[in-house]
């Protein structure tokens, strides 16, 4: 199995901030992988597929990168929507793991 | 608008069954497919496996193999997850999840609670 592991755990943060989380697999793999912001009692939401594609009405002030091992979630000038849980999932190979989320809390 | 819409809330005795469901709307029941995710109480997201919402055949991912069970019933446009035998263990929130590739669009969730 891929494990992917998110770092940091949890990222504080202003409004107004660029952040990065980081996500790394235990095996390279082509660029099937996604980020998901999940509100608190709310189901996730898709923000970024093929690890850099903006799913549709997500704002571009969200960005991903990334190859091979190590991928990244960006996000710039954030807003106080912002302040949830990240998670990031490879989708190539079954089972389609998760990271174990990064919460991102107000400074 | 396309949406999943997922069955209420459920307390359950350990040992007994549960079935959640997952209806689709809005669109074509067999344009993507179905995932499942479990998120226990505090903690993340847990993939369970999918089901072909075209061929009706379920993927189960390791931990699941035993006691849970995809199904469709595609004249209903809805997918179903029965979970036997429950533990403690099992008690969280279910969630439905469509999509090809990565799901995009996602269920309420259903929170199953097992408890004496």
């Known amino acids: 199995d891929i494990q992917m592991t998110q770092s940091p755990s949890t990222l504080s943060a202003s409004v107004g901030d660029r952040v990065t989380i980081t996500c790394r697999a235990s095996q390279n793999f082509s660029d099937w992988l996604a980020w998901y912001q999940q509100m608190a009692g709310k189901a996730p939401k898709l923000l970024i597929y093929?690890?850099?594609t903006l799913q549709g009405g997500v704002p571009s002030r969200f960005s991903g990168s990334g190859s091979g091992s190590e991928f990244t979630l960006t996000i710039n000038g954030l807003r106080p929507n912002d302040f949830a849980t990240y998670y990031c999932q490879q989708y190539e190979q079954s089972p389609y793991t998760f990271g174990q989320g990064t919460k991102l809390e107000i400074k | 608008q396309v949406q999943l819409v997922q069955s209420g809330s459920e307390l359950q005795k350990p040992g007994a069954s549960v079935n959640v469901s997952c209806k689709a709307s809005?669109?074509?029941?067999?344009?993507?497919?179905l995932n499942w995710v479990r998120q226990a109480p505090g903690q993340g997201l847990e993939w369970m496996g999918w089901?072909?919402?075209?061929?009706?055949?379920?993927t189960y991912a390791q931990d699941f193999r035993e006691r849970f069970v995809f199904s469709l019933d595609t004249s209903v446009s809805t997918a179903y997850l029965q979970i036997s035998s429950l533990k403690a263990e099992d008690s969280g929130i279910y969630f439905c999840?469509?999509?090809?590739?990565?799901?995009?669009?996602w269920g309420q969730g259903s929170l199953v609670t097992v408890s004496s």
């Open positions: 809005g669109s074509p029941f067999n344009r993507y497919a």
């Open positions: 999840a469509g999509g090809l590739g990565a799901p995009s669009l």
């Open positions: 093929k690890a850099s």
């Open positions: 089901i072909n919402t075209n061929t009706g055949k379920p």
